[in-house]
């Protein structure tokens, strides 16, 4: 058995075979196995749509590919050639009372299909994350464009007020990877009482339409409130970003009335703001008050900022226990923050290969009645082809030999 | 029994209570209330620390509270009393196969204490969503300053180009509130196998720093590749935002080699991309290499958007399966997108107590062994209280009314 098998995860003993490319869909498998489970990623010989998607190494090895398939054993075989194909779908059907699961972001067609797998195992789950509903073509940034998000982020007062800002982070991936594995656990559930499968569909695009409605922005839209672009004010309480007297910069925010007060508690606000409050008719021990007042009371804590270097202004707001955060670049991150660092339990350093050594994370979910299961490298493209096989379908060494020379799997 | 209770659905008989504030926990409890789960939601008397959220009605009620709270039951207890709060212990703890499971963002102590809970119910299983891993206070909006995300976001051109772009999408809060559902049924599938409940931590400091680390981007640092910002292109291959010949804005992405063939098709751009890659020495069938030549590229298919009409353009690049989207506002989103109305069966539209009718979604999974649940209003505050206490403590009509006399419940 693979050293990335942990028989002590909260998952262990479940089986998740992995068809999958981009992010969704192998964030999910990827969180299964970081709790234990044996995700089985499926790829064709040389890799699929994502094997080189940046960032990339000098030698061109994916950062993103390998930071997406951590834990999980890598299976590859030519899916060009119908051995192929058939050897997947009986990978995925294998036998094991908690295995016959699916997870992937291709089509439901050829081997992926859903009806013809059934045939080889009638209980699978098989869980498909779409474009839209409709299994169209979409991608997070194509779907982020059509839920508003563009014009409502970015600078209010400069050239760019009437532009669009696209996200970086690509957030409805990463909500959708997680909904993934929400989706097979509650099918998994469901199966272990009632014995039965089925197909779970999980489109991009209904992720993102349920998050604005459930936000209140679709409510808010409907009743006529049009969301104007507020740059980095932080919506309907008091949050912005600061300058220290040294040029470092900080977000300081007073969503709750605990932390609003915590704020002017450090900064000596207390009579101004009752002022302040007084001068606009508004009730500053309500977020929405302050919101409505943000500019002034912006242009007090800019002033505080203004007259303390960064350490002053982190002991004070620290030992107040304000709520606050420093600006950082990704290069600030990893080498000046303890908590992306071997100082989390989350963190350890991995040897990748094609990469080298460096920090990656483990699960963010610490459960007390499992050990944490360490980080531990992606694999090697096939890296676990041969002990799959014949763990999975009993395939001998001679047969497995028969398939290299056929050009089924690389030798 | 409710009408809010769905014994049709995925996770019908699961019972979960919730006592939390703000995104990540109500989220991740409504997710796993719209499959069918009982989850009941406990506040204080006149409504928790997120009861007035922006986005709000003329009339004071929050569209967030609402958004996030659909299909759950409402219990209001005064938790400053004493009898209150082991109301609240007596519910969390309450007998059934299925229930015995807390989800929570605040602090595990007072009559969230685990071990005190553990007392009246050995195996509970307790999710604590957490600011850092040491219990400490953060949001969102401070997390996604610390991992470099607005410094890498926003026009990369402008005046704006060495400032700080925050999200307005809490991108943080929805990833955390799918994990904590991912922690609680994965916690169930554990108890359900060896009896055994637990405490399950989920930092929401740690979720970002753990997905940066999963897309490449703390790997990336630590090489030394410094992520620069890239308005609103998309990193390591094509994609960015055009203007339409009548003043629609569209995005469009060539990110798999078939996307990109799709769009150079529908614009006949082939000889012309042939020649670029050529004169740049690259192969701009490769993603990289699209990314190196992005601005050159950017010019042709600028070019033919602005000889192109929306409805054109829209009708070309949707024959082609190409990959594109619309920028839309969130008042276009919901008055002209198909997607967004009763038309997707995601939606619906509710009768918000305070709020009225409008569009809300239910659960983008879907899954065929089960009916879709409708999506539903959220509780008005306390609503059901009575029948709450009644179903799992047995409490009677007359030992009610005194409660109601007591405080501890309100008439």
């Known amino acids: 058995m693979s050293d990335t098998l942990h028989p002590s995860g909260v998952l262990s003993g479940m089986r998740v075979i992995e068809a999958a490319a981009f992010v969704a869909a192998p964030l999910g498998g990827m969180t299964l196995a970081q709790m234990g ?134 957030a409805w991936d990463l909500v959708t990877g997680q909904m993934a594995a929400v989706g097979l656990l509650a099918a998994e559930r469901h199966r272990f009482r009632t014995g039965q499968g089925q197909h779970v569909k999980l489109p991009l695009e209904d992720v993102a339409l349920a998050a604005v409605s459930h936000l209140g922005l679709i409510a808010e839209a409907q009743l006529g409130q049009q969301r104007e672009r507020h740059g980095n ?89 304000a709520c606050w955060g420093k600006y950082q670049t990704l290069t600030q991150l990893v080498t000046q923050d303890e908590a992306c660092s071997p100082a989390n339990p989350m963190f350890r350093t991995i040897d990748q290969p094609g990469v080298g050594a460096h920090l990656a994370a483990g699960l963010p979910l610490n459960f007390s009645g499992a050990a944490r299961i360490p980080a531990a490298a992606a694999p090697v493209l096939g890296q676990h082809t041969g002990e799959v096989l014949s763990e999975l379908l009993g395939v001998t060494q001679a047969q497995y030999g028969s398939m290299c020379d056929r050009g089924v799997v690389a030798r």
Chains 1, 2 share one sequence.
């Not at 050897?87 to 992926?112: S, V």
């Not at 004010?233 to 949050?239: C, D, M, R, Y």
């Open 233 to 321: 004010e932080l919506f309907g309480a008091f949050g912005r970003d600061f300058t220290t007297s040294d040029g470092e910069r900080v977000i300081v925010v007073g969503l709750t009335l605990k932390q609003w007060q915590a704020i002017c508690e450090v900064m000596g606000l207390r009579e101004a703001v009752q002022a302040l409050g007084e001068r606009l008719g508004l009730d500053l021990n309500l977020e929405g008050d302050r919101f409505k007042a943000r500019k002034e009371l912006g242009v007090m804590v800019a002033g505080w900022m203004a007259r303390h270097t960064f350490a002053q202004a982190a002991a004070a707001l620290t030992k107040q226990g």
């Open 37 to 170: 489970a044996d995700v089985i990623r499926i790829d064709t010989l040389g890799g699929g749509l994502d094997y080189r998607r940046w960032p990339v190494t000098a030698n061109n090895t994916s950062l993103f590919w390998c930071g997406l398939n951590k834990s999980k054993r890598s299976v590859a075989l030519d899916l060009g050639k119908p051995e192929g194909r058939e050897m997947a779908m009986a990978l995925i059907t294998a036998p094991g009372k908690d295995a016959g699961i699916l997870l992937t972001n291709f089509p439901a067609r050829g081997w992926l299909d859903h009806d013809k797998l059934k045939e080889q195992r009638e209980d699978l789950i098989q869980l498909t994350v779409q474009g839209d509903r409709h299994g169209g073509s979409a991608v997070d940034y194509t779907i982020n464009s059509r839920v508003g998000i563009p014009y409502i982020t970015g600078d209010e007062r400069g050239a760019s007020a009437n532009e669009a800002v696209n996200h970086v982070l690509p």
